[in-house]
């Protein structure tokens, strides 16, 4: 509760959280580096960390083995001392670019290994992109300083409007020309980032090229015949590569592969074609990565019997037996349908009629506004009652939460958004959904898995968990 606080005040700017110099106290050696030799120092550290800790698809971090190994406790002050000595001004510019790529996607890592416990999200840290620095020759960076002041030519934050680097400042000179390519390689530590790797300065444009088309054929899904999904990157820097949304989306269009998905966001372009933009803030950590927490992803409907057996039988005893070790998240929606109507608003068909709807559309409103454990409360109380979709009333009154916001929302075009988003969630797995519910592991799940989960999920957690041993996995 007092994290969430410190966040609000840093939101209206009453509050700063402390700056963090991950390498002020790197201990001085008599080491010394030309700016081109740390250049590739920094691609050959990044090298060695990905090849060993990264997973195979790069998409995800085994944080805990990284901070456990001697990779990490011998060689991670070193490289703090070199970069201390380092003037990047002394880089040409493609020194520079791969550089702070470099460095950028190191920092963030850095960073999550610093904190006590890792995060669900870096989101969710107060102020995560301008809190946590290195120390570069004179020079003082954060990872907003790198990314906005440095890689994107000193443009303005996408969401505060300002800018790095003041007139007068004299990290100034380090600024390079913009590039949106930069876009498919910067990592900020969640799922929907692109692929952690290394860059290296002699073939630095071709990398780039490459890793921005892999951005943007990841980036654009078909989730159904109606609607595309797009990575909200291509929403929050559309300047960045085109001057309207439109022409972002014809952009778009000419970067990606599929030639159905190019002419569905050509048609997008018109207003022919549905999308709506979407990012998964997860922690992109391996099982065990995150302190060895588990992330488990339930998704239901509201009037499922299989889900209400579910929730009785395997998911509630779980929760209360291992929620210190579980990331859990629930995705109310299951094989319903929503279709968008062109007035802000949808038309929703689901498995068991118009009522589980509804109690879909009420789970959603409360998973937008309440702390995961009072939503299994929640969601566990109207799960186990004889007609879930209509008890959120009374198992509001019984778990201690506010119903009229909930009932508000659940009568609202709002409400309805929500829930589409749901959906859009439910019709992107893959494998596609064949039963419900459905429930992922890590971001995965085929039916051996969840012919596991539905019969002893704590067990399937407990195998599944790397971190210290457990009181109630043993």
Same mark, same amino acid.
């Given at each position: 509760?007092?994290?969430?606080?410190?966040?609000?005040?840093?939101?209206?700017?009453?509050?700063?959280?402390?700056?963090?110099?991950?390498?002020?106290?790197?201990?001085?050696?008599?080491?010394?580096?030309?700016?081109?030799?740390?250049?590739?120092?920094?691609?050959?550290?990044?090298?060695?960390?990905?090849?060993?800790?990264?997973? *195979?698809?790069?998409?995800?971090?085994?944080?805990?083995?990284?901070?456990?190994?001697?990779?990490?406790?011998?060689?991670?002050?070193?490289?703090? #001392?070199?970069?201390?000595?380092?003037?990047?001004?002394?880089?040409?510019?493609?020194?520079?670019?791969?550089?702070?790529?470099?460095?950028?996607?190191?920092?963030?890592?850095?960073?999550?290994?610093?904190?006590?416990?890792?995060?669900? #999200?870096?989101?969710?840290?107060?102020?995560?992109?301008?809190?946590?620095?290195?120390?570069?020759?004179?020079?003082?960076?954060?990872?907003?300083?790198?990314?906005?002041?440095?890689?994107?030519?000193?443009?303005?934050?996408?969401?505060?409007?300002?800018?790095?680097?003041?007139?007068?400042?004299?990290?100034?000179?380090?600024?390079?020309?913009?590039?949106?390519?930069?876009?498919?390689?910067?990592?900020?530590?969640?799922? #929907?980032?692109?692929?952690?790797?290394?860059?290296?300065?002699?073939?630095?444009?071709?990398?780039?090229?490459?890793?921005?088309?892999?951005?943007?054929?990841?980036?654009?899904?078909?989730?159904?015949?109606?609607?595309?999904?797009?990575?909200?990157?291509?929403?929050?820097?559309?300047?960045?590569?085109?001057? #309207?949304?439109?022409?972002?989306?014809?952009?778009?269009?000419?970067?990606?592969?599929?030639?159905?998905?190019?002419?569905?966001?050509?048609?997008?372009?018109?207003?022919?074609?549905?999308?709506?933009?979407?990012?998964?803030?997860?922690?992109?950590?391996?099982?065990?990565?995150?302190?060895?927490?588990?992330?488990?992803?339930?998704?239901? *409907?509201?009037?499922?019997?299989?889900?209400?057996?579910?929730?009785?039988?395997?998911?509630?005893?779980?929760?209360?037996?291992?929620?210190?070790?579980?990331?859990?998240?629930?995705?109310?929606?299951?094989?319903?349908?929503?279709?968008?109507?062109?007035?802000?608003?949808?038309?929703?068909?689901?498995?068991?009629?118009?009522?589980?709807?509804?109690?879909?559309?009420?789970?959603?409103?409360?998973?937008?506004?309440?702390?995961?454990?009072?939503?299994?409360?929640?969601?566990?109380?109207?799960?186990?009652?004889?007609?879930?979709?209509?008890?959120?009333?009374?198992?509001?009154? *019984?778990?201690?939460?506010?119903?009229?916001?909930?009932? *508000?929302?659940?009568?609202?075009?709002?409400?309805?958004?929500?829930?589409?988003?749901?959906?859009?969630?439910?019709?992107?797995?893959?494998?596609?959904?064949?039963?419900?519910?459905?429930?992922?592991?890590?971001?995965?799940?085929?039916?051996?898995?969840?012919?596991?989960?539905?019969?002893?999920?704590?067990?399937?957690?407990?195998?599944?968990?790397?971190?210290?041993?457990?009181?109630?996995?043993?």
């Amino acid at each position: 509760m007092f994290a969430k606080f410190l966040k609000l005040l840093s939101w209206v700017g009453l509050w700063r959280a402390p700056m963090v110099v991950l390498n002020d106290n790197a201990p001085a050696i008599n080491l010394t580096t030309t700016p081109t030799q740390m250049v590739d120092m920094t691609a050959r550290f990044m090298d060695v960390l990905v090849d060993n800790f990264v997973s *195979e698809d790069r998409q995800k971090v085994s944080y805990l083995a990284l901070e456990q190994s001697t990779f990490y406790k011998r060689n991670f002050d070193e490289f703090g #001392s070199l970069l201390k000595k380092v003037d990047p001004l002394q880089m040409n510019d493609t020194e520079r670019k791969s550089f702070f790529i470099n460095l950028y996607n190191l920092l963030t890592i850095h960073s999550l290994l610093h904190m006590d416990s890792l995060p669900q #999200s870096t989101l969710s840290v107060t102020d995560f992109w301008q809190r946590y620095y290195y120390k570069v020759g004179r020079y003082t960076l954060h990872l907003d300083d790198m990314e906005h002041g440095i890689l994107r030519g000193n443009r303005p934050h996408p969401t505060s409007g300002d800018i790095m680097f003041k007139r007068n400042d004299p990290r100034l000179a380090l600024t390079l020309p913009a590039d949106p390519r930069i876009h498919g390689a910067l990592n900020c530590g969640a799922l #929907s980032c692109p692929p952690l790797t290394w860059y290296d300065s002699s073939h630095l444009d071709q990398e780039l090229d490459d890793a921005l088309r892999g951005f943007c054929n990841k980036g654009v899904k078909a989730v159904s015949d109606s609607t595309l999904l797009i990575n909200s990157i291509f929403d929050w820097f559309r300047g960045d590569f085109a001057v #309207s949304e439109a022409l972002t989306l014809r952009w778009l269009a000419n970067c990606v592969d599929d030639p159905a998905i190019s002419e569905a966001l050509l048609k997008a372009a018109e207003d022919q074609h549905y999308f709506t933009y979407h990012y998964d803030w997860t922690l992109n950590a391996v099982s065990g990565g995150g302190r060895g927490r588990v992330k488990v992803t339930v998704y239901f *409907e509201s009037l499922c019997s299989d889900s209400m057996k579910f929730f009785k039988d395997q998911l509630y005893p779980t929760w209360r037996d291992l929620q210190d070790i579980m990331d859990l998240e629930f995705v109310p929606f299951g094989k319903a349908t929503a279709t968008p109507t062109g007035t802000g608003d949808y038309e929703m068909e689901c498995q068991h009629g118009p009522n589980e709807c509804y109690g879909n559309k009420v789970m959603t409103c409360a998973q937008n506004s309440l702390t995961i454990a009072t939503q299994m409360e929640l969601f566990h109380c109207m799960m186990t009652k004889p007609y879930p979709a209509f008890t959120g009333e009374q198992c509001s009154r *019984e778990v201690g939460v506010d119903w009229a916001p909930i009932d *508000e929302c659940s009568k609202s075009t709002v409400g309805s958004g929500l829930l589409y988003k749901n959906g859009v969630r439910t019709s992107s797995l893959k494998p596609r959904v064949y039963f419900i519910p459905t429930v992922t592991i890590d971001g995965h799940y085929n039916r051996n898995q969840l012919r596991t989960s539905l019969g002893d999920l704590k067990t399937q957690i407990c195998e599944v968990y790397q971190g210290p041993p457990h009181q109630n996995c043993l």
